[in-house]
């Protein structure tokens, strides 16, 4: 399909443009990417124009993953990237350090499954990520995931391996209040 923006007063998501690739390849050196995320590591500056000249549009046009960037709505800065794989309803995300603790991934999440559930794309998110990345599980707790348990992770790690992970479920008919059973050390945060 084509790319489709979506928007809450605080947020604006839309597709990423070649001037995003300077501050993506920057956040991407963080070394919670290489701990947390299935990005290439070491991220090159390449990884990042691939990213957002050929991977995004063509994923859109196979309607395999939909993956938006995150914006102020009065600003073109780059906040950080949300997706969506069609298939399998996972959700990944990730912000800039800078832009962090100002609670815009769960906005921009509940923007996306708002989206998907009712374009009937999925009838649910699953979300994951690897044990102890409280920041992210603290993410999916707010908006309203199920902790499904911990396991090996549905999607391969960067080595091929798949690792211990939370993995949370978001269902169509789910409410989106916070819902107990995640581990200790995310309910305490
Ligand atoms: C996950 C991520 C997007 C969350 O960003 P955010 O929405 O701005 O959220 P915050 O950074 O404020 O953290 C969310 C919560 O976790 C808490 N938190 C953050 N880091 C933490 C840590 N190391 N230990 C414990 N709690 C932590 C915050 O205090 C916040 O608490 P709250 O729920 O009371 O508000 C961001 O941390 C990130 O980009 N991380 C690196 C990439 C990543 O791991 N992506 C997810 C892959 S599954």
């Not at 500056?45 to 050929?54: C, R, V």
């Not at 409280?134 to 908006?143: F, G, I, M, Q, Y």
């Amino acid at each position: 399909m084509q790319p489709v923006a979506l928007h809450s007063d605080r947020l604006r998501l839309d597709q990423p443009v070649a001037a995003d690739a300077a501050p993506m390849y920057e956040y991407c050196q963080d070394p919670l990417f290489e701990r947390f995320l299935t990005v290439p590591w070491p991220y090159n500056h390449s990884d990042a124009e691939t990213f957002i000249s050929l991977y995004i549009p063509g994923a859109w046009k196979a309607d395999q993953e939909y993956t938006w960037v995150l914006r102020a709505p009065d600003s073109d800065d780059f906040l950080g990237v949300i997706s969506l794989r069609a298939k399998s309803g996972s959700i990944g995300f990730w912000l800039g350090a800078p832009y962090r603790g100002n609670e815009y991934i769960p906005e921009a999440q509940r923007l996306v499954a708002d989206w998907a559930f009712a374009e009937g794309l999925v009838n649910e998110i699953h979300w994951e990520c690897l044990v102890g990345n409280v920041a992210s599980a603290r993410v999916a707790r707010k908006c309203g995931f199920t902790f499904a348990g911990t396991g090996p992770s549905r999607s391969a790690y960067r080595d091929g391996s798949h690792p211990q992970s939370w993995q949370g479920v978001l269902r169509a008919s789910d409410d989106r209040q916070i819902k107990g059973g995640w581990p200790e050390s995310v309910e305490q945060a």
